[in-house]
C-alpha cells in the first residue's frame, strides 16, 4: 500500500475533498490510500504538522509516500497564471532580498523536490498549471519585490517566482526524507501593498477551482465509485 497524503494550510483550502479522505485508488498497478489534512499557516506549524502525521501513520508502513500541497499563492510580477504547479523552492524573506540579513543557504536555498507519480498523472490531464518557484516568506510581503532581488541567489533562468508562506517547510520535510513533494497553487494576487486585499477577494473562488481539478481527476481513479 502507498499513501498520498494532501494537504493545504487551512482546512478551507480542501474542503470541496474532504469525500476523498481514507479512500483509495489504483495507479501505474499500485494501490494508494488518500489522507486529506489541513497543515497550519506558515512554514513552522506546517512543517511540524507534516512531522507529526509522518511519525503518526508510521513512516515505513507504506512501500510508498507522495505529498500533495493545495494553495494560494501571490505573483512577484503583474502578469500571471491562474495556477502553478512547483517543484522548486526557496526561504527568501524581505530582510534577505534587501540586504538587511544575511542568507545562508542551508536555512534559505533552493530546494528541488521529486515529482511523484500522481503529481504526474494531474499534470497530464491539465496541461494549464504553469511551472513556478515558490519563495516562501515568514509573513505576508505588502510591498513590491523586484524580480532582480532574486537573482543573487538563483540563477536568472528559473522558473516565474511566486509567493506562499507554507511551501518551504513541507517541501524540507519532504527532501530530507526523500518524499515526493508536489504543490499546485491558485495565483490570487500581485505582491504589493493591496496584495492582502486582492488575495481575501479571490482565494476562495480560486481554492473552489483548484479543488475541482483535483476532485474530477480523483473520482475517474477511485477504486470505490461515490
Not at 194 to 218: H, P, T, V
Amino acid at each position: 500500500m502507498n499513501l498520498l497524503l494532501i494537504g493545504s494550510a487551512v482546512l478551507e483550502e480542501i474542503e470541496d475533498l474532504l469525500f476523498l479522505h481514507q479512500k483509495t485508488f489504483l495507479l501505474t498497478n499500485k494501490k494508494y490510500k488518500i489522507l486529506i489534512q489541513p497543515f497550519g499557516i506558515g512554514k513552522l506549524n506546517s512543517m511540524f504538522s507534516l512531522i507529526s502525521l509522518l511519525n503518526q501513520e508510521g513512516r515505513f508502513f507504506y512501500e510508498d509516500i507522495e505529498v500533495l500541497f493545495l494553495g494560494s499563492c501571490g505573483s512577484y510580477e503583474r502578469h500571471y497564471p491562474e495556477f502553478v504547479v512547483a517543484n522548486q523552492f526557496v526561504n527568501l524573506d524581505y530582510a534577505i532580498l534587501h540586504k538587511k540579513a544575511k542568507f545562508f543557504s542551508e536555512v534559505s536555498g533552493l530546494i528541488q523536490t521529486k515529482r511523484g507519480e500522481v503529481a504526474k498523472e494531474i499534470i497530464l490531464l491539465y496541461p494549464l498549471f504553469e511551472e513556478a518557484l515558490i519563495n516562501t516568506t515568514d509573513s505576508v510581503t505588502l510591498t513590491e519585490v523586484p524580480l532582480d532581488r532574486f537573482w543573487k541567489f538563483l540563477p536568472q533562468s528559473h522558473a516565474s517566482i511566486y509567493e506562499n508562506l507554507e511551501a518551504y517547510g513541507l517541501a524540507k520535510v519532504c527532501f530530507e526524507q526523500a518524499i515526493p513533494f508536489t504543490s499546485f497553487l491558485a495565483v490570487t494576487n500581485y505582491v504589493h501593498e493591496g496584495g492582502s486585499r486582492q488575495w481575501a477577494l479571490n482565494y476562495q473562488n480560486m481554492s473552489k477551482k483548484l479543488n475541482d481539478f483535483i476532485k474530477k481527476f480523483f473520482i475517474k481513479i477511485l477504486e470505490t465509485p461515490l
